[in-house]
């Protein structure tokens, strides 16, 4: 990821608590920083040592947290960035004057292998989207986790084949999960979320609740470097994820219409996200009376 990145990356890295497990680790990051100059000048690690596996929000907020730039990528390891995002956004006065105004975050479309097997060698990836959209015709490759649409759909693939414009989403859906940039200075992912499902949609429902539309890039693009996953933990974890998940986008949609209220920026585009999105709530609109009079 450095070698192909080459600027400032902020990783956390997850050790079990014991002698074995850290020694092993530490060894193994000594190899990797002494074999790549790269890593001595752009990578910071930042160790999670606990007994806690998959806490991801409580990751991700670690790493942006001690992250050097005013700007963070929300990625996981498992994505291999295939364009260079960078200096589209740097060399794009509308795509940094969203970035600057401060209610923007980008998102970079991810794609995945039909035939896993394929995606496993990240040097065979196409680099343009000339080259992408030949192996997606092909059907070689589609949007990531295809089968399961609220995840990525909104990001509307079909429309990003088609042009070379940066546009807005304009149907999100609360399961949405891209990989996006946004200013450092966001919300934080709640750490209540532990293991698989939600917690990336959490942190994103979140961010755009708070005021922060999303615009997908238009030439940029991800994909997924395919490896096993624990299944029977993704299946249990899930279940217990997806019913957090229905009281925290309750609890947000009460939680942040107060204080749009109490702040005065109820009736301003900052709380449009919101409005469009809780309403269906039920006890909603009584308890926006209440929190208004």
């Not at 990578?43 to 596996?53: M, Q, R």
């Not at 343009?128 to 030949?134: C, I, T, W, Y």
Request: hydrophobic content about 35%; proline content about 3%; glycine content about 4%.
């Amino acid at each position: 990821l450095v070698t192909n990145y080459q600027g400032p990356i902020s990783v956390t890295i997850h050790v079990n608590d014991d002698e074995e497990s850290r020694d092993k680790l530490l060894s193994s990051l000594h190899v990797l920083y002494d074999s790549n100059p790269y890593m001595k000048k752009f990578v910071d690690v930042h160790l999670v040592v606990d007994k806690f596996e998959r806490q991801f929000n409580m990751w991700r907020n670690v790493a942006k947290f001690f992250s050097r730039t005013n700007y963070v990528m929300m990625l996981d390891v498992d994505f291999h960035p295939c364009t260079n995002f960078r200096k589209t956004i740097l060399e794009s006065p509308e795509i940094m004057r969203k970035l600057r105004a401060g209610n923007t975050a980008l998102v970079v479309p991810a794609f995945e292998y039909v035939k896993l097997k394929e995606g496993l060698d990240y040097t065979t990836f196409p680099k343009k989207k000339k080259d992408l959209l030949e192996l997606v015709n092909s059907k070689r490759i589609d949007m990531f986790h295809a089968s399961w649409k609220p995840g990525h759909g909104s990001s509307n693939y079909s429309f990003w084949y088609r042009t070379d414009k940066i546009y807005e989403v304009t149907k999100y859906h609360y399961q949405y999960e891209p990989y996006v940039i946004f200013p450092k200075d966001s919300v934080w992912c709640d750490e209540r979320f532990v293991g698989y499902g939600a917690n990336k949609a959490a942190c994103l429902f979140e961010l755009y609740l708070s005021g922060v539309d999303y615009w997908v890039l238009p030439e940029d693009f991800l994909i997924h470097q395919t490896h096993e996953y624990l299944e029977h933990a993704r299946k249990h974890e899930r279940r217990l994820n997806r019913k957090l998940y229905d009281n925290f986008r309750e609890e947000l949609c009460f939680r942040y219409s107060k204080n749009f209220i109490l702040n005065g920026e109820w009736n301003t585009s900052k709380a449009d996200n919101l409005k469009e999105t809780c309403h269906k709530i039920r006890g909603f609109s009584q308890a926006i009376k209440y929190f208004a009079s």
